[in-house]
């Protein structure tokens, strides 16, 4: 900013005495005083903006613009993920970017695929832009990858999404606003324990997914400590999502009645047709990743009657917060969110109040943001859409309270 207040300063006095070297041969009087009042004026103006460019670099207020950057699937399979995330970003940047605050934000989503490889290639992008502050990688596998680079690099990173405990362990300056894996695993035992959901619990996971493989571990040793039998556990791997008829027969003929489904909602939507299909009754209990099985194009929602799942987030929540951003984002995208947009809101959110908190700046450089995040996001008591009184451990683990929710008439109700 100062090179650039130094150039008009150059640029005005230079235009100045062009002016009056331009002059006929003569000259007179009256047009000498003109060009060096011209010329006197340019350098006062000059000077006030080196002022005003030195006072912005103080305080960050003027111009302060933080770089906030993520990766995500915009494309493929796993899309549904990445773009939910990124529209809920926007709508939070969009919203205090209108405020007019000190802190001001831009955003840059880099698609990733889904694939850990190019995310890292994604984050190399961002970084060149000049990332400051991270929302991470949407998926687990990309954010195990992105988040090494991270660390490395001493960029903070907040990711929404990316629930696996690998994301944070070894890492000061990786925190998450999802639940970990872990805790989904030992919080849907405890629910189905406690509420008395099924006392023949099987289980379909994906076993090469460590998003799915994580829950289920946690789950099973949850339901042996509150005396739950687990009759069954079959597992698929993504070369095999789109037939689910071995698992569910012998779910069925293990006599279960409830069916724990740590898996995201594309086959859990196949899960639940083929069972209509072959007759099989079940009660259906999953995770977030299920949450958006509603959405889901082509899918008939009437199997998802009776599902049940714990989740951070209810789209359906009649405080004035959510209501104000389902309607936003179904305005802007034509559909309502899920809590993928709901964390992603969140996060922008969260480090707009770590910002404030801090006293950071925009001129600040990352790994000087950096430094005040990991001092301050564990002291922050947060309140967004996906809970209130959110807070952070040292290690990037978030503490919140899941929602257990039904799905009736073609809406998620409170259980």
Do not use: H
Not at 132 to 156: C, H, W, Y
Not at 263 to 287: C, D, H, M, N, R
């Amino acid at each position: 900013m100062k090179k650039a207040a130094v150039s008009v300063l150059l640029a005005a006095t230079l235009c100045a005495g062009l002016l009056v070297g331009c002059g006929s041969s003569s000259g007179s009087t009256a047009s000498e005083e003109t060009a060096q009042t011209e010329t006197a004026e340019s350098t006062d103006a000059a000077a006030e903006t080196t002022e005003t460019a030195e006072a912005a670099e103080t305080t960050g207020e003027a111009g302060g613009v933080f770089k906030l950057g993520g990766t995500a699937p915009l494309t493929g399979a796993a899309a549904i993920y990445g773009n939910a995330v990124k529209n809920g970003a926007q709508i939070a940047v969009d919203e205090i970017n209108a405020e007019g605050g000190a802190v001001q934000f831009e955003l840059n989503y880099e698609d990733d695929e889904n694939d850990p490889e190019k995310a890292v290639s994604a984050y190399n992008t961002l970084k060149d832009w000049g990332v400051q502050l991270s929302l991470g990688s949407v998926t687990t596998k990309p954010m195990e990858a992105t988040s090494t680079e991270n660390f490395a690099d001493r960029i903070f990173a907040l990711t929404p999404s990316a629930s696996s405990t690998a994301v944070t362990e070894g890492k000061d300056n990786v925190f998450q606003m999802c639940f970990a894996d872990p805790n989904q695993g030992t919080a849907s035992a405890d629910y189905i324990a406690d509420q008395q959901l099924g006392t023949k619990i099987a289980i379909i996971y994906r076993s090469d997914d460590v998003y799915s493989d994580g829950i289920r571990q946690k789950f099973e040793e949850e339901a042996a400590a509150k005396g739950l039998e687990i009759v069954y556990s079959g597992a698929f791997t993504d070369a095999t999502s789109n037939d689910f008829t071995v698992q569910l027969g012998e779910a069925n003929a293990a006599g279960a009645d409830l069916l724990f489904l740590p898996i995201y909602y594309q086959p859990a939507s196949l899960i639940l047709q083929q069972a209509k299909e072959k007759g099989y009754e079940f009660t259906y209990f999953g995770v977030d990743g299920m949450d958006g099985i509603l959405t889901l194009e082509g899918f008939d929602t009437s199997l998802a009657e009776g599902v049940m799942l714990l989740t951070p987030f209810n789209a359906d929540a009649e405080d004035e917060r959510t209501q104000s951003f389902v309607q936003k984002y179904q305005e802007q995208f034509g559909e309502v969110p899920n809590q993928f947009a709901a964390d992603a809101y969140d996060c922008v959110y969260a480090y707009k109040e770590a910002i404030e908190a801090s006293g950071a700046t925009a001129d600040m450089t990352a790994e000087e943001l950096c430094d005040l995040m990991i001092q301050t996001f564990p002291t922050l008591n947060f309140d967004g859409l996906t809970g209130d009184g959110i807070t952070w451990d040292s290690t990037g683990a978030v503490s919140k309270s899941p929602k257990g929710m039904i799905i009736e008439g073609g809406k998620y109700v409170g259980l």
